[in-house]
């Protein structure tokens, strides 16, 4: 697609249910990053994948996040067992990533986020 | 670790002054910097980058930015701010390993321009 597309764009949950975020990267970038922006944190990352196989997985802020990439192209993010502290807009980015250009710019192009609200 | 500064939580200046937006930022190797925007109901869109070489950076809408190594800053700057440009900007500093383009990120200066 021309851009990096994520669904929903809002989503309210009560504590305790489980959520699924969507990245749709642009067509061809074979690396996908998860980040959460919150009130006052900034954003933090959260996960990277390059292709299917996701080598940085050091954000992920407890067992009960988790994300898979399938086919290359769409990611999900899944929260198990919601809790409020949860409540964040979490944004996907994509980039195309030459392997082994150490001076590849890897620009990060960024969706519009998923606001996430847990009542 | 590496870390990025973002000293001014909050700005507002008059629209036609001059911008400056500090960052500062914590890294051992010669760092990746960049600027982005965020403007209401909008993705962060890359402003300019700084990888190597010149250590004044072009970027878009005007905006520019000089790497000062000996200060370890990367301000962001604007010789004449339009109404447009009110949003949050963030630096980044890339903490990259092999394809992985991580990104540190400050805490934000919030922009509001005056008419």
């Known amino acids: 697609g021309a851009g990096v597309s994520q669904s929903p764009s809002n989503k309210v949950t009560e504590k305790g249910k489980d959520v699924e975020l969507r990245c749709d990267p642009i067509s061809g970038h074979t690396a996908l990053y998860w980040y959460r922006q919150s009130l006052g944190q900034g954003l933090e990352f959260l996960i990277y994948f390059q292709g299917n196989s996701a080598p940085d997985k050091s954000g992920l802020p407890s067992d009960r996040f988790s994300a898979e990439r399938t086919g290359g192209s769409v990611s999900t993010l899944t929260i198990q067992r919601t809790q409020q502290e949860d409540s964040a807009v979490y944004l996907c980015?994509?980039?195309?990533?030459?392997?082994?250009?150490?001076?590849?710019?890897?620009?990060?192009?960024f969706g519009e986020g998923s606001r996430l609200t847990v009542l | 670790a590496q870390s990025v500064t973002q000293p001014d939580i909050h700005i507002t200046v008059s629209e036609g002054a001059s911008l400056e937006l500090r960052c500062n930022y914590s890294?051992?190797?010669?760092?990746?910097l960049f600027w982005y925007v965020q403007s209401p109901g909008q993705g962060l869109q890359l402003l300019l980058k700084?990888?190597?070489?010149d250590t004044l950076v072009q970027g878009i809408k005007g905006f520019e930015a000089e790497f000062k190594r000996s200060q370890s800053s990367f301000n962001l700057r604007k010789p004449s701010v339009h109404w447009s440009d009110a949003a949050e900007y963030f630096c980044a500093v890339g903490a990259w390993a092999g394809n992985n383009r991580k990104l540190i990120w400050g805490l934000g200066t919030s922009l509001a321009v005056n008419p």
């Open positions: 980015a994509s980039s195309l990533a030459i392997a082994g250009a150490t001076l590849n710019t890897g620009e990060l192009f």
């Open positions: 890294y051992g190797a010669t760092p990746y």
């Open positions: 700084y990888f190597s070489g």
